[in-house]
């Protein structure tokens, strides 16, 4: 709960900058950002040298359109009789469609999880 407007704007912000700057100094997307995925609180830090793991695309209603989509494609695609995952003597074996998160769609994520 904010008692301010300010609160809330500057909880944004604090979320869009530790997001950037986990992608630029780290290389590291969220790539779930979602409203159980968020956390509002004063001195949190994470620990320099940390791992974790990689992998997921989002949880759907918090997904940018463009993943949206893209996951829409690779569904289709792996749908259809030809990129069939079964396998024929005679067949090959279709790798998967990549999906391709951006800095951008983690804001996306952002800006859908405070509407």
């Known amino acids: 709960m904010f008692w301010m407007k300010a609160e809330l704007l500057g909880a944004i912000w604090d979320i869009i900058r530790i997001q950037k700057t986990a992608v630029e100094e780290k290389g590291i997307l969220h790539r779930d950002c979602s ?3 968020s956390m509002i609180e004063d001195d949190v ?3 320099q ?3 974790y793991a990689r992998g997921g695309m989002g949880t ?3 997904m940018s359109q463009s993943l949206l989509f893209q996951l829409s494609e690779a569904v289709d695609s792996i749908a259809t009789p030809e990129r069939s995952l079964k396998c024929t003597p005679n067949s ?3 790798p998967a469609r990549l ?3 951006h800095y951008e769609d983690d804001l996306e ?3 859908y999880v405070f509407i």
């Open 45 to 47: 830090f994470i620990a």
């Open 109 to 111: 994520s952002v800006f």
């Open 35 to 37: 409203l159980n995925n």
């Open 99 to 101: 999906i391709i998160h």
């Open 49 to 51: 040298g940390q791992k």
């Open 60 to 62: 759907m209603p918090f």
């Open 92 to 94: 090959h074996v279709v």
